[in-house]
């Protein structure tokens, strides 16, 4: 259902608000409409003009399609997402194509909030155009929110939990601590390049080139036309007001690639500067509150996973509130799940790029890269894989020593660690989060179960009876469901590196 806030005065309170009409938002409100739940999704008015352009990879597919979300991205038409070419830290240009031929999307977010809306509102959500949140309150088990409408009236909501998934506005992120990194301030400069201009032999391919003090990216948004950012900091690149785009072809000057395809010496009169520095969250969650995607957490563009990421978050959040609505004894243990999966994504993407600004330190020299690679190294975390709060981490270079050591032992001799314990903690078991026996240690105190999707309670259970690498790993495969030889590999080396397995001689 579908309403516009003008003229109304209070909306029927549901079991769930959800604030924002993003991927997040769409995600969450999915979840938990396909479980029974009554949602309210409120989506601001927004503004005229061009919209930011976005990449989803081909690894989301899957996702998509379990949120019912991908048959509607296709029909809506939008550029293939085939590949990256990247022109990085004075290396040559290296062009990389999705293997199996697979592909994702390149959108524009309003496109993809419009070919959102229907699936929505087929799932039956109510969907309240119009209106911002501009005061919240709790009581009586319930929070009670006023909206302004574009009119100006004043809108009543009231509902048990909310999700915020207000993206870089944070409605309630701000009031729950949220902090932006001040150490890397970033502006993005952005223009649309008409199609008679957009000339490229990289077809849909996401184009990523670093320059002394800053970096540009491009992504096509139709048919011959192209969404160009450059991304500077405005402490060391001053930003012109009047002359957005004149700024803008500046900075595209040191990045021969990208401006070869917006049309050299163009002036981009049309271009536009948004906000884009990083920020995360103190808390995820609160009393009757969960905040998801670009609300609680916003990660460097460079990852090219923003919306991937916005579509995980919203997706846990809708579990979360899920499951404590269908059991109360949980609520604890849900909140929790879900405000370490937001950090641990946080940290991860941190870590991703950290390599690609020590490539950029050691070419350049200068502050703009160093400041981020600092800023990575000092908040990242070891995890190499998807992140979830059940997944071990372990140091890349820990494992890297137990897989020597491994490989050099004439047989396999394991048997838990001497701290090895068990824990009971909250994990994700399809569309509930439940509590489960986790494996922890003196070496790694945080409960784990996981590592590259192989069981660590069924590993560590079968070592011991087998003396040899592929008897073990046969043997774990006949025991449940299968794991492929290289991730069983750094599975067993990361048991090992985390103290739960031992191979040294008793």
């Known amino acids: 259902m579908r309403l516009r806030a003008e003229g109304l005065s209070r909306i029927p309170a549901p079991d769930v608000l959800v604030l924002g009409g993003g991927p997040a938002g769409c995600a969450a409100a999915l979840v938990l409409a396909s479980g029974g739940h009554a949602v309210a999704l409120v989506r601001p008015e927004r503004p005229p003009g061009a919209s930011l352009a976005q990449s989803i990879p081909p690894s989301a597919r899957a996702l998509l399609g379990e949120l019912g979300m991908l048959d509607a991205i296709e029909r809506a038409g939008f550029v293939p997402n ?20 697979g592909h994702g999307f390149h959108v524009d977010r309003a496109g993809l909030e419009r070919a959102l809306d229907a699936v929505i509102e087929q799932a039956g959500v109510t969907v309240v155009r119009g209106p911002a949140a501009r005061f919240a309150e709790r009581s009586g088990g319930a929070w009670h929110l006023r909206c302004l409408d574009p009119t100006g009236r004043t809108v009543r909501i009231s509902a048990p939990w909310v999700v915020d998934a207000t993206g870089r506005h944070g409605f309630f992120a701000r009031k729950l601590g949220r902090e932006p990194d001040r150490r890397t301030t970033t502006i993005a400069l952005v223009s649309r390049v008409p199609e008679e201009e957009a000339r490229s032999d990289h077809d849909g391919h996401t184009l990523i080139e670093s320059y002394e003090d800053g970096w540009a990216w491009s992504v096509p ?36 690639l990208i401006e070869s395809i917006s049309g050299p010496g163009r002036r981009h009169p049309d271009a536009w500067a948004c906000p884009a520095s990083l920020y995360t969250s103190a808390r995820y969650t609160d009393e009757g509150l969960v905040v998801a995607g670009d609300a609680g957490a916003f990660i460097d563009p460079l990852s090219s996973y923003g919306v991937k990421k916005a579509l995980v978050s919203g997706r846990l959040a809708g579990i979360a509130i899920a499951t404590c609505l269908e059991d109360a004894s949980m609520t604890g243990a849900a909140l929790a799940y879900h405000d370490a999966h937001e950090r641990d994504v946080a940290a991860t993407y941190r870590a991703r790029s950290a390599d690609f600004f020590a490539e950029a330190a050691a070419r350049y020299g200068h502050p703009f890269w160093s400041r981020r690679l600092e800023a990575a190294q000092s908040t990242a975390s070891p995890r190499a894989s998807e992140p979830s709060p059940t ?25 838990p660690g001497a701290t090895l314990r ?14 489960e026996n986790h494996l922890a240690s003196d070496l790694h105190p945080r409960p784990a179960r996981f590592h590259r999707s192989v069981d660590l309670r069924r590993l560590v259970a079968l070592a011991p009876r087998h003396h040899a690498v592929p008897e073990l790993w046969s043997a774990y495969n006949r025991s449940g469901p299968p794991a492929d030889l290289p991730d069983f590999l750094t599975a067993l080396a990361a048991a090992c590196a985390a103290g739960f397995l031992s191979t040294e001689e008793a």
């Open 82 to 101: 085939r590949g990256n070419t990247a022109a990085w830290a004075g290396s040559p240009v290296r062009a990389e194509v999705f293997p199996d031929g």
């Open 221 to 256: 948004v139709g048919p011959g036309a192209r969404c160009v950012t450059a991304m500077v900091d405005p402490r060391e690149t001053p930003i012109d007001a009047d002359s957005l785009g004149g700024t803008l072809a500046r900075q595209l000057r040191k990045a021969p």
């Open 391 to 415: 997944e071990l981490a372990v140091a890349e270079a820990d494992v890297r020593r137990a897989h020597a050591a491994l490989r050099a032992a004439p047989r396999l001799r394991a048997r």
């Open 422 to 435: 068990t824990i009971t903690a909250p994990a994700l078991a399809g569309r509930r989060i439940v509590l």
